[in-house]
């Protein structure tokens, strides 16, 4: 059977998929065309991914010496990338070791095991899907911050001490900012309509994604967070529960919430409520784009007002990354949907938001596909789908172009086909340069608003925490494959939290003071 990807043991797994044979070390071994999600002979073969890993458990006959080295030769012949190989047991003429192995697609995870199989000398008594591993049982936790040991630790922490703390709030609500979780608590909000490259795939098949988004905040800028996956499409009933359940939270990070009811939410919750509202999916990609436009421009000289801007995809990220470019400076924006390239007075496919689109991009007109639309473009920003931008598009952009392919999992266009034609590439993985990752914005930004008590999140105040980004790397560092910070380094999430203050304090969106 094939490898199922739900982190069990898959004892003598075989691949159900088609294989090609090839002659190794004198056996006869499985092997796949080219590594792509298509395996289509003659494509660029993909870099294998940590998100495709699978660890075998194998045991080996040790009295031949050369069978791991088979094994290794035969994994690594089919593309498989072999990291990890530990020691876990030894007996009598035979040794059992585990072995992680990055692959490209499902499919390769499987190609891998049927050849490990098929190696004289080993068997596969285990294989599971690391990614599913990982996400048994969930990816977080909730614990008490104070311990609760004696008869006075329980009258301190409830009853009846909690009493006087609960009046002094009914008393001033704004010292539930004081007193309650609110000062640091982050609502992660979605309905599962518009989950990374995967769709309308509902609130509960959404949760593995929250609880990602709440490990995040809590590891990179100390925010704690909950998911809140809400079975409704009905765009007023989500906007009643969040502000129903809005006193226990300081802000509300709306996710994969699909367009265009998300700009419905988000609009009508920032005018009611008194916390900070934030579609990360449109402004925190938004934020990371443009910190990453900052620095390309360091690198060719350009000015944004002279580039051409050609967006693969209008939905809710697509929207917020053309809105933040024109703040900046951008001017000449072409988007295009699944119906072509959008102009003033298009009727097919169209709703408020695109409307507001075709009346404020594309001064020129410029009618057609993508392909059409493209030719002498400086800069391709894709959030649409994968295969979006072919090669011979790519051709047709001005010298020296960027191409930010930012849909997750697979690009518009992969690095390993745009990088001969591009000056600057970007995409939304952690396994090539460059990586457009909200990580980089959402966790600060959110640091600064609970740390100033801000009311809302202004659009001064996400240009600022773009440039707070851009400049966590010096002008010793820039490079084209180095023009945005990587989402480990723990210097942006304070220098974005800072601007973000200041711009808050500023503007006069803050509650609170704070010193810098």
């Known amino acids: 059977m094939p490898l199922v990807r739900l982190g069990q043991c898959l004892p003598r797994v075989e691949s159900n998929h088609p294989l090609r044979t090839t002659q190794i070390n004198g056996r006869l071994q499985p092997v796949c065309l080219r590594h792509t999600d298509t395996a289509q002979e003659g494509t660029v073969a993909v870099t294998p991914s940590a998100q495709y890993s699978v660890t075998l458990r194998i045991e080996i006959d040790s009295r031949d010496h050369e069978t791991f080295s088979h094994l290794v030769t035969a994994i690594g012949s089919i593309g498989g990338d072999i990291g990890a190989v530990d020691l876990v047991s030894t007996a009598h003429h035979a040794v059992v070791r585990e072995i992680v192995v ?62 006087d703390v609960c009046q002094a709030i009914a008393d001033d609500r704004d010292k539930v900012f004081d007193y309650t979780i609110k000062r640091n608590m982050v609502a992660v909000i979605t309905n599962g309509t518009a989950v990374l490259g995967l769709g309308d795939i509902g609130a509960a098949a959404g949760m593995p ?41 300081g802000g509300i990070n709306l996710e994969d919430i699909g367009a265009p009811a998300c700009f419905e939410i988000e609009d009508t ?26 620095n390309a421009l360091k690198i060719t000289g350009q000015r944004m007002e002279d580039l051409k801007v050609v967006f693969s995809g209008v939905g809710a990220s697509g929207v917020a990354c053309s809105k933040i470019l024109m703040n900046a400076g951008v001017t000449n924006i072409i988007g295009v949907d699944t119906k072509g ?29 993508l392909a059409d639309v493209i030719q002498g473009a400086n800069m391709f920003v894709g959030l649409s789908g994968p295969g979006a931008l072919s090669v011979e598009a790519l051709k047709t952009m001005a ?118």
Request: net charge negative; proline share 6%.
């Open 209 to 249: 994604v929250m609880e990602g988004k709440s490990a995040l905040f809590k590891e990179f800028g100390n925010v704690d967070s909950y998911p809140i996956c809400v079975d409704s499409k009905d765009t007023q009933q989500i906007i009643e529960i969040c502000e129903a359940i809005a006193p226990v939270f």
């Open 269 to 294: 919750l920032k005018e009611r409520l008194d916390i900070p509202v934030f579609h990360d999916d449109q402004h925190g990609t938004a934020i990371v784009l443009l910190a990453a436009l900052i």
């Open 341 to 369: 390239a959008i102009y003033k007075g298009r009727v097919e496919n169209m709703n408020s938001m695109k409307e507001w689109y075709a009346d404020n991009t594309n001064p020129e007109g410029l009618q057609g596909s």
């Open 102 to 163: 990055n692959a490209t697609s499902i499919e390769h995870s499987e190609q891998i095991v049927a050849t490990a199989n098929a190696q004289e000398g080993v068997t596969v008594l285990d294989s599971w899907d690391r990614t599913f591993r990982l996400h048994r049982g969930g990816k977080i936790e909730l614990f008490g911050r104070l311990p609760l040991e004696t008869r006075d630790d329980l009258s301190l922490a409830y009853m009846p001490g909690v009493a």
């Open 399 to 516: 010298p020296d172009p960027f191409v930010f392919a930012m849909s997750n999992p697979t690009p518009e266009i992969m690095p390993e086909e745009a990088g001969p034609y591009v000056r600057v590439m970007a995409t939304g993985r952690s396994d090539y340069p460059n990586q457009i990752n909200n990580v980089l914005a959402f966790p600060g930004i959110f640091r600064g608003a609970l740390d100033c008590g801000a009311r809302q999140i202004s659009e001064e105040m996400k240009v600022a925490a773009a440039h707070a980004i851009a400049d966590c790397i010096s002008a010793e560092e820039l490079h084209e494959d180095y023009i945005i910070p990587s989402p480990f380094n723990r210097n942006v999430a304070p220098t974005v939290a800072a601007a973000v203050v200041r711009v808050a304090q500023e503007q006069g969106l803050a509650r609170r003071e704070v010193q810098s």
